[in-house]
Each structure stands twice: as structure tokens, then as C-alpha cells.
């Protein structure tokens, strides 16, 4: 199992540029994809962005291609969430997310990440 704790959410403007950090505890983080996933106010929580083990493979949903960055660094056991040019749409919870299968890639839906951070809020004002 992985344990994750996200941080680097806060209150920014629209135009503006945040990056969110998860830092993973484990002995398998390295053999894992990883993603990252958000809740806006009154809605489902959805996929953000996802990165392969090696960080040799990423996917990203449409509405934050271009925008988003995802990348991982496995010495630090840490994945970033690169997000420029917010729109307050962006504005949810950003939870951090491990795959339940090792060596497995692209995954998108809930039920295939077995691990989950506690969120990290982040507001994007007009």
C-alpha cells in the first residue's frame, strides 16, 4: 500500500499558476502509475491527469490539456500537478491517487487507484 498527503492548494486569480505536490510513503510507489483527480462543489469526482511508473507515459482529460503538467519524481517519492493559466472552473478538492495494479498505465476511473490522499483545496477567483 501507499500512503499520500497532498499540499500546495490555496486562493489564487484567475490567469495565475499553482503547483500541487504529493508526497507518497510505500515500498511500491515506484512500480505504481499515479494520477491526480478532483471535486468541485456539487460534483462527481473526476480524473485530472495520470503518469506512468517511470514517468515515461502521461494522460490528461481534454478540459486541462495544454494547462496541466503531471510529472513524478520517484527518488523524493513525490508527484506534482503543474497548473497553469487557472480558470475558476479549476476550483475543487485535488486528491492524490496510486493505481491498484503495479505496472499498469492509463488508467482513469476511480476504481482502479487503491490509495488516496486527504485533498488539497484550491479556489480560482474571476
Known amino acids: 500500500q501507499v500512503q499520500l498527503a497532498e499540499s500546495g492548494g490555496r486562493l489564487v486569480q484567475a490567469g495565475d499558476s499553482l503547483r500541487l505536490s504529493c508526497a507518497a510513503s510505500g515500498s511500491t510507489f515506484e512500480w505504481r502509475a499515479m494520477a491526480w483527480f478532483r471535486r468541485a462543489p456539487g460534483k462527481a469526482r473526476e480524473f485530472v491527469a495520470g503518469?506512468?511508473?517511470?514517468?515515461?507515459?502521461?494522460w490528461y482529460t481534454d478540459s486541462v490539456k495544454g494547462r496541466f503538467t503531471i510529472s513524478r519524481d520517484n527518488a523524493k517519492k513525490i508527484v506534482y500537478l503543474q497548473m497553469n493559466n487557472l480558470k475558476p472552473e479549476d476550483t475543487a478538492v485535488y486528491y492524490c491517487?496510486?493505481?491498484?495494479?503495479?505496472?499498469?498505465?492509463?488508467?482513469?476511473?476511480?476504481?482502479?487507484?487503491?490509495?488516496w490522499g486527504q485533498g488539497t483545496q484550491v479556489s480560482v477567483s474571476s
Open positions: 491517487a496510486a493505481e491498484k495494479v503495479l505496472r499498469r498505465l492509463a488508467a482513469t476511473q476511480e476504481v482502479d487507484f487503491g490509495s
Open positions: 503518469i506512468g511508473w517511470q514517468g515515461e507515459k502521461t
